[in-house]
């Protein structure tokens, strides 16, 4: 009886056992599949946040390369590469603009309200399939994450302020004959010193018996015919006056790096006057009445031999107390005309983008516009002081770093130098600094400064050019006509005042005085600390900040391309 109760109570049990085990094992494979998905859950929620870091890192790589000469194909390239970077497998990637460049997409959303300039804003998607691990066994082999980014270069807003006085036809013996013919003194008929020629050698006509006579069409009028000249630039064909016709390349070369639509640039020339040769336009480089077209029209100017248009003969008979009249290099001008782009109301006006001027002079300044708040102002000829209008061609004291004001009271040294300054402060002084020139309309904007040629440096005396890392050298000057660095020292006072805005620190000059105490006259309570001759010798003709000097006009364009890439490399980094 017990044994049969002890078997039929054993048999009873054993499908229980059985169910446990089943239990157990469902129970591992749900512990399983759980863990599973966690993981992949998991792998799908970090790949996702990466990719969306990493999209975020490549619209501000396609924002980089929002420039001229970069294709589609380049700029969604460099998202690509930023995406792939952060360890993400095989990326979908588009890059999408308001005004599609071919290689990417147009996006209504990025485009301005009507009437409005296009911003540079850039959308990168990118989509990725995360494998999974786990979720495979039920048929799901692959999740799709995706990130998207919206990031905004800066639009450039470029003012080219360039020098069309008639030392921009310096180098006639490079032209062809007969301007570069021998005239019966050795020099070519048309040379500089030939004064009673020169308005002939550039506009045309009937040169004098001094120089052997001839007749030419003019520089400014010859048509080019280098076939070098016309394969590198085809989009100037007239003007062959040098070193002007090299200003051109170089000035077509730096807005050929601005994008059409985007970027902005206005051309400024300045002789006796100022003259707002293009206002500020996107319209670049597609054909009549853009800005490359309007680089094409521009003339090396000289004031006329005679007196038909109301201003004094200069020539050889023009009177020593005259000669004065007759200088052409007149920054100051073309300063004010750089300042007033940035706030004119006749076209649209961009707080938002970066404000960029680039100063190319090639002399002292010595020449100003008159100002009725000064009572030797001339009405035709500007200021002078009296004391150096027996000099000619000059019409500042014989230091470059001296200062003076013509607000509040008028110094009788105030000069074309000064006046320079004045409008340089204007242009490129921060206005929240320095509350006395944000009353006076202080733009901010960053200036870049360029030099050409041995007169910037030496503009009398003997002269060897930088080479090597080594300074120029100019000796045996004549302190009749100043300090012949004149206009390098102007221009490197102008790039340090354009770098940060900041009067009182700068790279090119040296040590400056920031306590007003010192300076009662200064209206704006800070100067350069003066510097000699001598004290600068050491630096003549060499790059500082954003000071550049060329010795002869082939290294304009160089120049102008490397400052490209620096504003370039200042809105994208």
Known sequence: ?????????????????????????????????????????????????????????AGLAATAQFRQGATGAKITRAAYDLVATHGILSPTVTVETCKP???????????????????????????????????QIVGIPTVAVAGENVSEAASVDAVLVLDNSESQSYDFSTLPSPYSDLAPDGKTKCNQVHINDIYVCLNGGTLSAEVGGGTVTGCNNETITDLAQLAAYPELTRGICQPFLKTKDAAVSFIKRLYPDYDRVAIINFNESGNRTVPLTEHLNDGSGSAIDKINDMDVYVSRPDNLRGHIPCNSS?????????????????????????GMTDHVFRADSLWV??????GAANRTSPDNNISWSDAVYGVCPPS?????LKCRDGDANSRHYAYPVADTLYDADDYARDYADMLAADPEKYPQLKAHGAAGVLVYTIALGKDSVCSNGVYTAPAGGAPATCTGSNPVYGDPDAAEQLLRYIADVGDDGDLSTGPCLGEKNADPTQYLVSPWGTL???????????RLGLQCGNYYYAPSASQLEQIFLEIAGRIFTRISG
């Open 1 to 57: 009886m017990n044994d049969e109760f002890t078997a039929k109570n054993d048999l009873s049990i054993t499908p229980q056992r059985g169910q446990a085990i089943v239990l157990i094992a469902m129970g591992f494979i749900m512990l399983l599949a759980f863990t599973g998905l966690v993981v992949d859950v998991a792998r799908v929620f970090a790949t996702r946040d990466e990719l969306r870091r990493a999209v975020d890192a």
């Open 101 to 135: 460049i071919p290689g990417t997409g147009y996006n209504g959303s990025l485009c301005p309200p009507a009437g409005d300039l296009a911003r540079k804003l850039v959308r990168v998607t990118a989509t990725a399939q995360v494998p999974m691990l786990f979720l």
């Open 318 to 342: 023009t009177p020593a107390g005259e000669v004065w009249k007759c200088a052409s290099s007149n920054i100051g001008a073309g300063l004010i005309l750089a300042h007033d782009e940035f």
């Open 357 to 362: 001027t680039i100063l190319l002079v090639d």
């Open 388 to 392: 150096e209008q027996s000099t000619p």
């Open 528 to 538: 350069v600390t003066p510097l000699d001759f001598a004290g600068r010798a050491s």
